[in-house]
């Protein structure tokens, strides 16, 4: 046998007991910000994700991203039992080979959220859309169908949110408009103050309300919300879904308006509901918000930065995407965020981190390098096992 026929068999056994070792590595712990490989040894990409827990099992939704930040593939879905251990379950929502369709290859699909529709039977999937070449003007959310939470789903279509209807914490006043607001120049206190009290709302009553970074709630009693950033980014809305969980009732309402938050992270703990949000700094992260109410519509009530200690003030160089309820495990929440890299969107990183509830009922994240879950579980109660 040649020596480079010896050679290239060797190289490739190197390569074959690399991938093989690479398979057979068990996560026991989480590393915040490392790579982090599923269990075929390939890296997770699944970004801006949304989780659903059913039977023992998780499932992780997230964006399939290429060095940019434009829908090549679609939505991805993995599976755990342990929330440590990923199984690439393929891709739940497709990009669409139809130039015409909403959701075609060069499109902005993000922030995928799935929920559970006891009556229907089925599987329903929100998400953040943007229409190929438009940018970032469209500002719609769009839903899709399955049979199965692995997919895959089937798009329906998209909403500019809450066409022709009017919030509920809005007055009679705020309903009429001021023939000259529409001329005011942005970050002046005449634009401010008109923001506030519903420039963009008026603006796009018959339309519908712009709809970007969002995820979606099922409350105890069945009832689901669709939560999403809007009039510009400035303002949050919260939208009550209908019974199938595929349309908007008449029921929203305006959450911190001009506030400037987006990536909202809702989850509920004892008689309050929790929001993590973000400020707008595009790409850049900055100081994590966090707020607490007693009813997902509202009045809610602003906490602070939930982050605390060394880079708290960028929520730990993230951006908030969700917090799960840790299944069987009480006053249990993992804070999920995700560490972008605009240079190179499929390297964005994942920073998990335990949520702990205070004695003052306000939700803590603090950094740890490595942590898990010990045998008493971390809550509001017992610390966290880690480094």
């Known amino acids: 046998m040649h020596i480079k026929s010896v050679y290239f068999l060797l190289v490739a056994f190197a390569i074959s007991a690399l991938t093989n070792a690479q398979q057979?590595?068990?996560?026991?712990?989480?590393?915040?910000?490392?790579?982090?490989?599923?269990?075929?040894?390939?890296?997770?990409?699944?970004?801006?994700?949304?989780?659903?827990?059913e039977k023992g099992v998780y499932y992780w939704y997230g964006e399939h991203k290429s060095r940019n930040s434009l829908a090549e593939v679609g939505v991805r879905v993995y599976s755990s039992k342990d929330l440590l251990n990923w199984k690439n379950e393929g891709v739940a929502l497709e990009v669409s080979k139809e130039a015409s369709s909403e959701i075609?290859?060069?499109?902005?699909?993000?922030?995928p959220k799935v929920i559970y529709n006891e009556k229907t039977g089925k599987y329903v999937l929100w998400f953040h859309l943007e229409l190929k070449g438009k940018g970032y003007e469209a500002a719609r959310t769009g839903v899709a169908v399955s049979d199965s939470p692995v997919g895959p789903f089937?798009?329906?279509?998209?909403?500019?949110?809450?066409?022709?209807?009017?919030?509920?914490?809005?007055?009679?006043?705020?309903?009429?408009t001021n023939s000259n607001e529409s001329s005011y120049k942005w970050w002046t206190k005449k634009w401010s103050e008109a923001l506030v009290n519903g420039l963009y709302v008026r603006r796009d009553f018959e339309e519908g309300q712009m709809s970007r970074d969002m995820t979606v709630f099922v409350d105890d009693d069945g009832k689901a919300y669709h939560i999403h950033s809007s009039e510009?980014?400035?303002?949050?809305?919260?939208?009550?879904?209908?019974?199938?969980?595929?349309?908007?009732?008449?029921?929203?309402?305006?959450?911190?308006?001009?506030?400037?938050?987006?990536?909202?992270?809702?989850f509920k703990n004892g008689d309050y509901y929790y929001m993590i949000t973000s400020g707008l700094t595009g790409w850049d992260?900055?100081?994590?918000?966090?707020?607490?109410?007693?009813?997902?519509?509202?009045?809610?009530?602003?906490?602070?930065?939930?982050?605390?200690?060394?880079?708290?003030?960028?929520t730990f160089n993230s951006q908030s995407t969700y917090?799960?309820?840790?299944?069987?495990?009480?006053?249990?929440?993992?804070?999920?965020?995700?560490?972008?890299?605009?240079?190179?969107?499929?390297?964005?990183?994942?920073?998990?981190?335990?949520?702990?509830?205070?004695?003052?009922?306000?939700?803590?994240?603090?950094?740890?390098d490595e942590w898990n879950f010990n045998e008493k579980s971390y809550s509001t109660e017992n610390e966290l096992g880690g480094k």
């Open 232 to 266: 510009e980014n400035q303002t949050l809305h919260i939208s009550l879904l209908t019974e199938d969980y595929l349309d908007f009732t008449d029921t929203w309402v305006r959450v911190q308006p001009g506030g400037q938050n987006e990536a909202p992270a809702v």
């Open 323 to 368: 917090v799960l309820p840790v299944e069987d495990r009480k006053d249990t929440f993992i804070f999920m965020a995700d560490r972008w890299n605009p240079k190179n969107h499929q390297d964005g990183r994942y920073v998990w981190l335990p949520v702990i509830i205070n004695n003052e009922g306000n939700p803590e994240i603090k950094w740890t």
């Open 285 to 314: 992260p900055n100081a994590a918000r966090s707020f607490r109410a007693r009813s997902m519509l509202g009045p809610w009530q602003s906490l602070g930065n939930p982050a605390k200690g060394k880079g708290a003030e960028v």
């Open 154 to 176: 089937r798009y329906l279509k998209s909403y500019r949110p809450n066409a022709g209807v009017w919030p509920q914490n809005f007055n009679s006043q705020q309903k009429k």
């Open 24 to 53: 057979n590595i068990k996560n026991t712990s989480f590393l915040p910000g490392k790579v982090w490989y599923d269990m075929q040894g390939d890296t997770i990409n699944a970004h801006g994700a949304g989780f659903y827990y």
């Open 104 to 111: 075609t290859r060069g499109s902005v699909i993000e922030r």
